[in-house]
């Protein structure tokens, strides 16, 4: 089957905070990551459904990368993310130093 995804992944081993629907704080690993998106691990069923803001830690570069999402779906272990709106800048930089096209 080819591969229908409009932007690469990279593998990523990143801290993230997002709110759930409480607006608590939550913690979880970004272990996937595109132009377009991420998953995020949070180790069981996200408390959390429709958009997401979410801070991805760039310990690289030394900065906070802000990013908001559709939680697209979900599965008992985390989530998939499609972006709305991100730091294109932050985020370019990081891709390209991961080795992903932006």
């Not at 593998?11 to 991420?38: E, I, P, T």
Request: aromatic share 8%; hydrophobic share 35%.
């Amino acid at each position: 089957m080819a591969e229908q995804r409009a932007h690469k992944r990279v593998r990523v081993n990143m801290k993230v905070a997002y709110r759930d629907n409480d607006h608590v704080y939550k913690m979880g690993k970004v272990c996937d990551l595109s132009r377009g998106g991420m998953y995020v691990n949070t180790g069981n069923t996200p408390d959390c459904d429709g958009f997401l803001i979410a801070s991805l830690d760039a310990e690289e570069f030394g900065k906070v990368i802000r990013v908001q999402g559709q939680i697209i779906w979900k599965t008992h272990t985390g989530m998939g993310v499609a972006f709305t709106q991100t730091d294109e800048k932050g985020l370019g930089n990081l891709l390209s130093y991961r080795g992903a096209p932006f």
